[in-house]
């Protein structure tokens, strides 16, 4: 009898588990782009023409290697709508009853696929270095659960930049050499850019009449939609930006939306590229002499570090974790985040590059978008749904750790262990945002104060009982509390205008 192998649209691997536990001359492959995925939240056109685009490649792909695929696209006038009702429709037209699939990396598709009638098999995904079940004997006992000491786990068991068993050159962690502020003119070599072919072209004029009114800009697209596409930028940013990433690192620059950042994470999330074959590549930069200790140790403690542990605390905390909401923050996520007009350059210049790329790297959304959404108390729930819509990379395993945990702190501190907040002086610090901003990044009160040093002291103030203990947090504190009382007064009820103003719909 047939059986059904299910991919999902971030399952776009040869090797995935449930094409190897599958049989390509006698079982199915479904694949389908459906309005349920395409809809769970405005996605950015770019993220959506990604992921159809790489779906559509991916199928002929297996075709190519004997596989029957049965693809749905999303205006076949059969479309069913959802996951489900693809497999269901798919297995009566097959007779197959059964499904092997690779455990999607949400819960919510998970449960989904857990009630069809079907009988459903799930494999793990082994495309992660460190497994769930890894990662939860790693957890087990442990009172905090630092990605530090995780990431150390994965060197040692990869040799990743490994002397024997102590780390390369002494340290776990160069991080005292990276994170410099940007000199003048700092500038890198174009990302790569791929133009769009036939398939792509339809995929495009399909989602630009589906989904041309959402949040973001469709064209001109230029995203690698295919694997050896993917691996071409990889290796270009392995060339030509991966010796400076540790330096230029937290540095943001109007105009200049990547640096040396290597905006591979779209491809990874789908399935494209490796996450160990990456690191290994960039240790090779490394060992021959082409990077430096500081940068390759930076960029692979991204990878095997972050992103494996992100992944397993997504799925050690549970279903609940994206209702989290630690410091009871129930603001509305204001429309300027949508595009609307602001007078914060800051925000300005992270949101139009998220609407014209689909991009930002880490610092501009932890330390711009997420840090304001913090400091003014937006809902948690609500700034998730954000990031989870806006950028191409976006899959719920992997940004609501880094949203909900790491940059509202509604986890109550699984993840991070103290607040990601600043006042405007890091924002100024690490880019030249604050020079064309209307309002004055060293004006703490009055006519044209930056918001954000209103906003940082309004933070710590509501939330002192929660904050004064945590010995992270203490000097904060004891600045505030040095500051004298009318000054404080002023300073809280400013922060408390610009809210109000800024929730009544006026721009700020
Ligand atoms: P680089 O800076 O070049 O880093 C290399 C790789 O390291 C990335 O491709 C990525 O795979 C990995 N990486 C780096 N930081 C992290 C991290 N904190 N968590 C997981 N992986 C990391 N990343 C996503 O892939 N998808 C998301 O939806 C996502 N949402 C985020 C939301 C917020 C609020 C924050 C603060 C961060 C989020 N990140 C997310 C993490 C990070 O910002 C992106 O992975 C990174 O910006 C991708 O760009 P890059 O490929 O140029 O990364």
């Keep these: 009898v047939t059986r059904l192998v299910l991919v999902l649209g971030d399952q776009l691997t040869p090797t995935l588990s449930a094409l190897r536990e599958g049989d390509r001359g006698r079982d199915l492959v479904v694949m389908a782009e459906v309005a349920d995925e395409a809809g769970y939240v405005p996605h950015h056109p770019k993220k959506i023409a990604l992921i159809f685009a790489a779906m559509r490649k991916f199928a002929d792909e297996l075709r190519d290697e004997g596989w029957q695929v049965a693809y749905t696209r999303l205006d076949d006038p059969e479309n069913g709508g959802s996951i489900p009702s693809e497999l269901l429709r798919r297995a009566e037209e097959a007779g197959a009853s059964e499904v092997l699939v690779t455990t999607p990396g949400e819960w919510r598709l998970i449960d989904a696929l857990k009630h069809t009638p079907l009988k459903t098999r799930f494999h793990a995904d082994d495309r992660f270095i460190c497994s769930g079940q890894e990662f939860r004997d790693w957890a087990e006992g442990r009172k905090a659960l630092r990605m530090e000491y995780f990431y150390r786990e994965m060197r040692r068991k990869t040799g990743l930049l490994m002397d024997g068993d102590k780390p390369e050159g002494g340290e776990w962690n ?22 769009p072919d036939e398939t792509v072209e339809e995929v495009l004029d399909l989602v630009e009449d589906r989904f041309g009114d959402n949040f973001g800009t469709l064209r001109p697209f230029w995203f690698a939609t295919e694997r050896g596409q993917a691996r071409r930028a990889c290796s270009q940013f392995m060339r030509e930006a991966l010796p400076k990433f540790g330096d230029y690192q937290d540095a943001m620059m109007r105009g200049e939306h990547f640096l040396y950042h290597a905006v591979i994470s779209l491809y990874m999330n789908l399935g494209l590229l490796d996450p160990l074959e990456v690191c290994r590549d960039a240790e090779t930069e490394y060992r021959e002499g082409r990077a430096p200790l500081n940068a390759v ?26 209702a989290r909401n630690g410091l009871g923050h129930k603001r509305a996520l204001p429309p300027l985040y949508w595009g609307a007009e602001t007078r914060m350059r800051c925000l300005s210049e992270a949101v139009g590059q998220t609407r014209d ?37 976006a899959y719920e395993w992997v940004e609501a750790p880094n949203t909900v945990g790491m940059s509202q702190f509604a986890d109550g501190g699984v993840i991070a262990s103290k607040p990601y907040v600043s006042s405007g002086n890091y924002i100024n610090k690490m880019s030249d945002y604050c020079k064309g901003c209307d309002y004055v990044v060293s004006r703490k009160t009055g006519e044209g104060a930056c918001p954000f040093n209103l906003l940082y002291w309004h933070f710590l103030d509501r939330h002192r009982d929660r904050f004064e203990g945590n010995p992270r947090m203490a000097q904060m504190y004891r600045t505030f509390d040095r500051m004298d009382a009318d000054r404080r007064e002023t300073v809280l009820k400013e922060a408390g205008a610009f809210l109000k103003r800024m929730d009544a719909g006026e721009v700020v």
């Design 297 to 322: 140790e930076g960029f692979i403690r991204q990878i095997l570090g972050w992103r494996e542990y992100v992944r397993g605390i997504y799925f050690l905390e549970g279903r609940d974790y994206t």
């Design 357 to 393: 790329e689909a991009y930002a790297h880490h610092i501009q959304r932890l330390m711009v978008t997420g840090n304001f959404a913090l400091l003014a108390g937006v809902d948690p729930a609500e700034v998730h749904e954000w990031y989870l819509a806006v950028y191409a990379d």
């Design 174 to 195: 160069y991080d005292s050499e990276n994170r410099k502020p940007p000199p003048e003119g700092i500038e890198r070599q174009r990302v790569m850019h791929f133009t």
